[in-house]
């Protein structure tokens, strides 16, 4: 039997049900199939090479190792995870730089006004290596996370703030964070092979100083019930973060996280798959595979960070694959929302929405070029469901 018999039969034998995000948390359900975008088909690419539905449009908002328009600051290289933040009179879009600390690694800000404008860049963090994913607190600071062995979290300050790092939260490859203002956890994500699902729990909730690192146990299978244990050394060392819990559940290649209503999404690079992970009933399963996308072929592939709408949809960017970002909507369909033409040596990065909803930034993090220094920031702004 092949992967993707298989798989299908697994995912029968747990239920197979069709039903919405909503519903997933009783019931395990079906992965997402293919369907038309509620936004309609992609028309001809725009300027910037960009294909969008109707009623969508992009912009360049920065490009690495040039000055951000109206301001006197030089865009980072390799643009990688973001996040939108609030600032009171407008917001601000923060982002990774996937660089070692000698060519510029850290994290860098650009704030806009209620318009959409552009008011000011400049740097929230420096001297680190690989900073890649990461994710926005309820306290609006960003947590920048370094991809390297005993890489640690690094919780900045775009409103103001020095950068500080949190060691509390583990030494290990670290990917994306995805905050939990319910159970007031913070879930880590792991880009390794073998890597493993975390949550951080704070010993005071906004204070991320000190705290207990925990680590997802389960079975082999794509779905059934977990817990969380302990970890009992999280600085890594000697024995590695992920290899100190038995039947911690083993993940192949974690990227982008994203939690919302009692669930966290995550993807899986190494075998393009995204998870669920239902909080109130502590079961997991598959809310996408592109091994079981019947039929074929799947229009999602090289997954990457993620993020979702107000309405519910959730957004996941393409490394690699056809630079694509895909949508996964709450009645279980999957579908093309935008295509970039002309960069197949990038990827694409850091997707987030402003708090209304109405405008989606995200990166090509080697643009044209294919080279770390060619990275490109963009705003697409259109009639996003909210």
Same mark, same amino acid.
């Given at each position: 039997?092949?992967?993707?018999?298989?798989?299908?039969?697994?995912?029968? @034998?747990?239920?197979?049900?069709?039903?919405? =995000? #909503? $519903?997933?948390?009783?019931?395990?359900?079906?992965?997402?199939?293919?369907?038309?975008?509620?936004?309609?088909?992609?028309? $001809?690419?725009?300027?910037?090479?960009?294909?969008?539905?109707? @009623?969508? #449009?992009?912009? &360049?908002?920065?490009?690495? @190792?040039? &000055?951000?328009?109206?301001?006197?600051?030089?865009?980072?290289?390799?643009?990688?995870?973001?996040?939108?933040?609030? %600032?009171?009179?407008?917001?601000?879009? &923060?982002? %990774?730089?996937?660089?070692?600390?000698?060519?510029?690694?850290?994290?860098?800000?650009?704030?806009?006004?209620?318009?959409?404008?552009?008011?000011?860049?400049?740097?929230?963090?420096?001297?680190?290596?690989?900073?890649?994913?990461?994710?926005?607190?309820?306290?609006? /600071?960003?947590?920048?996370?370094?991809?390297?062995?005993? @890489?640690?979290?690094?919780?900045?300050?775009?409103?103001?703030?020095?950068?500080?790092?949190?060691?509390?939260?583990?030494?290990?490859?670290?990917?994306?964070? $995805?905050?939990?203002?319910?159970?007031?956890?913070?879930?880590?994500?792991?880009?390794?092979?073998?890597?493993?699902?975390?949550?951080?729990?704070?010993?005071?909730?906004? +204070?991320?100083?000190?705290?207990?690192?925990?680590?997802?146990?389960?079975?082999?299978?794509?779905?059934?019930?977990? /817990?969380?244990? #302990?970890?009992?050394?999280?600085?890594?060392?000697?024995?590695?973060?992920?290899?100190?819990?038995?039947? $911690?559940?083993?993940?192949?290649?974690?990227?982008?996280?994203?939690?919302?209503? +009692?669930?966290?999404?995550?993807?899986?690079?190494? +075998? %393009?798959?995204?998870?669920?992970? %239902?909080?109130?009933?502590?079961?997991?399963?598959?809310?996408?595979?592109?091994?079981?996308?019947?039929?074929?072929?799947?229009?999602?592939?090289?997954?990457?960070?993620? /993020?979702?709408?107000?309405?519910?949809?959730?957004?996941?960017?393409?490394?690699?694959?056809?630079?694509?970002?895909?949508?996964?909507?709450?009645?279980?369909?999957?579908?093309?929302?935008?295509?970039?033409?002309?960069?197949?040596?990038?990827?694409?990065?850091?997707?987030?929405?402003?708090?209304?909803? +109405?405008?989606?930034?995200?990166?090509?993090?080697?643009?044209?070029?294919?080279?770390?220094?060619?990275?490109? #920031?963009?705003?697409?702004?259109?009639? =996003?469901?909210?």
């Amino acid at each position: 039997m092949d992967r993707r018999t298989l798989l299908r039969a697994t995912v029968a @034998g747990a239920g197979g049900l069709v039903l919405p =995000f #909503t $519903a997933w948390s009783t019931a395990y359900a079906a992965p997402a199939q293919s369907a038309a975008s509620p936004y309609g088909p992609l028309q $001809a690419a725009d300027a910037n090479g960009i294909q969008l539905p109707a @009623g969508f #449009t992009s912009q &360049v908002i920065a490009r690495s @190792g040039q &000055v951000v328009p109206g301001t006197s600051y030089v865009w980072h290289s390799a643009p990688d995870g973001g996040a939108v933040i609030p %600032n009171g009179s407008g917001w601000i879009y &923060v982002s %990774n730089a996937e660089t070692s600390a000698t060519s510029g690694g850290g994290a860098s800000m650009i704030s806009f006004n209620s318009s959409g404008q552009i008011t000011g860049a400049s740097r929230i963090l420096s001297g680190t290596n690989n900073n890649c994913a990461g994710g926005k607190t309820p306290w609006n /600071t960003w947590l920048s996370c370094e991809e390297i062995s005993l @890489g640690r979290v690094w919780e900045t300050y775009p409103l103001g703030g020095a950068a500080v790092a949190r060691p509390a939260m583990g030494r290990f490859k670290h990917e994306a964070a $995805a905050a939990d203002p319910v159970r007031k956890v913070i879930y880590l994500t792991e880009d390794e092979t073998d890597g493993r699902f975390y949550r951080f729990v704070p010993t005071t909730w906004g +204070d991320l100083s000190a705290g207990t690192l925990q680590v997802l146990v389960a079975g082999t299978a794509t779905s059934g019930t977990f /817990t969380w244990a #302990t970890v009992p050394d999280p600085d890594g060392s000697p024995t590695v973060t992920r290899r100190q819990v038995s039947g $911690a559940k083993v993940f192949n290649g974690g990227e982008g996280c994203h939690y919302a209503n +009692d669930t966290v999404w995550f993807t899986t690079k190494g +075998d %393009n798959r995204v998870w669920q992970v %239902n909080l109130a009933n502590n079961t997991y399963e598959l809310a996408y595979d592109d091994n079981l996308v019947n039929p074929g072929p799947a229009p999602l592939t090289g997954v990457d960070n993620v /993020t979702g709408s107000t309405f519910g949809d959730l957004y996941v960017a393409e490394d690699g694959g056809n630079m694509e970002i895909c949508m996964i909507t709450p009645d279980d369909k999957i579908s093309v929302f935008l295509r970039i033409n002309g960069q197949s040596s990038s990827e694409i990065t850091g997707p987030a929405f402003t708090p209304a909803g +109405d405008r989606l930034y995200f990166s090509s993090q080697r643009g044209t070029t294919g080279s770390s220094s060619g990275g490109i #920031t963009y705003c697409v702004t259109g009639p =996003f469901r909210t």
